[in-house]
């Protein structure tokens, strides 16, 4: 069965830093594509950042600079370091993992993460 467990949201003043952690497990981790996104209070989900099997990131603009995301493999670990946080990143943090399984193509999602950024 697939997995994806969160970890590390929480509560950060504005320019403060926050890490979050996603493990998997139930799939081949290191053949997954592997990304972060993110609902805001009143706004549709939004793509934050993407991994793919390779390591070959993107981000979207609103993060580009403040947010880095890696992998690590061995660990079936995702990370998403967040620095700089403004109060707009403040939303339920989500992460998602796109793999493929007996031919076919699955997506799964954690649970989600909330992070709020506010003095």
């Known amino acids: 069965q697939v997995h994806l467990v969160e970890s590390g949201g929480g509560l950060v003043q504005p320019g403060g830093s926050l890490r979050l952690s996603c493990a998997g497990s139930?799939?081949?981790?290191?053949?997954?594509?592997m990304s972060w996104y993110r609902r805001a209070p009143g706004k549709e989900r939004e793509l934050v950042a993407s991994i793919n099997s390779s390591g070959g990131r993107n981000y979207a603009e609103s993060v580009e600079g403040r947010f880095t995301s890696s992998r690590d493999n061995a660990k079936n670990t995702m990370v998403l370091q967040m620095n700089s946080l403004e109060t707009e990143d403040t939303a339920v943090y989500y992460c998602?993992?796109?793999?493929?399984?007996?031919?076919?193509?699955?997506?799964?999602w954690g649970q989600g993460l909330p992070v709020t950024v506010s003095s």
């Open positions: 998602r993992a796109d793999f493929r399984s007996r031919q076919r193509d699955y997506i799964s």
């Open positions: 139930g799939f081949t981790f290191s053949s997954a594509a």
